[in-house]
C-alpha cells in the first residue's frame, strides 16, 4: 500500500489486469492458522476479499479494508454473492483508528512490506490503537530469503523484531510461502512462490 500518487497508480494499474496475489481464495498460510484467529477479525489491505471471507465463513465478525476502490467492490460483491456478512471500507490502514472499533484479532497478506520506514512505524503504531490487549496480529510478508527481482521489498526477522518491539510479544515468526497466480504474467519469484515470513504478534495487556 505505497501511500504515493505513483504506488496507488500502481495497484490500480495491477487490479484491471490478474494481480498476482490475487489467487481467487484464501492463502493457505491463514488457512492453517485459522485456529488461533479469535472473535472480531480485521483485515488489513484485504484486496477482493478472499481472506477475510475465509473468515466470515467460520462465523467471526469480519471487516476489511483497501486503499483503493476496486477491489472493496469486489470484495462486496464475492460477500453478497456467497451469502456471506462482512463489512469491507475503503479505508486508509495509517487512520486504523478512524473504524471507531477494536479487534480481537488481525490479519495482514502482503501490507506490511510494502511500507517505507516512516510509514511502517505509523502503521504499527496505527494498529495498536484497534488491537485488543492480549490480541493477535497475523502477518505474511516477503522475506529477506527470497531473492531480489520481482515484487515488493524484502523484510528480515529483525526489522519486524524491531517494528513490533514496544507494546508487542512477537510470539512466533517462520518461513512460509506466498501462493501466487500461476497464470500471472511478466513476473518471477522463487519455485514454489515468494518466500515470506509467517508471524504471530500479541498486543501487551
Known sequence: MDRNVHGRDRFEQAYHGKPPWDIGRPQQ???????????????????T????????QRGHSVTGIDFLEHPIAEARRKAQERGLSATFLVQDALR????????DSVIDCGLFHVFSDDDRARYV???????????????ACFSDLEPAGDG?????????????AQGWHVESIQQTRFETRTDAEDVQF???G???????IRRSP
Not at 515488493?152 to 513490533?164: D, G, N, T
Open 96 to 103: 486504523l483508528h478512524d473504524i471507531d472499533r477494536s479487534f
Open 49 to 56: 476479499g478472499e481472506n477475510a471471507l475465509f473468515f466470515a
Open 194 to 200: 515468494p518466500i515470506a515470513w509467517f508471524c504471530v
Open 29 to 47: 498460510i491463514f488457512v492453517a492458522a485459522a485456529a488461533q484467529v479469535e472473535g472480531a477479525v480485521l483485515d488489513a489491505g484485504c484486496g
Open 125 to 139: 503504531s496505527s494498529l495498536a490503537g484497534v488491537v485488543r490487549p492480549e490480541g493477535r496480529f497475523f502477518m
Open 190 to 192: 522463487s519455485e514454489g
Open 152 to 164: 515488493p521489498r524484502r523484510v528480515s526477522q529483525i526489522e519486524i523484531r524491531e517494528a513490533f
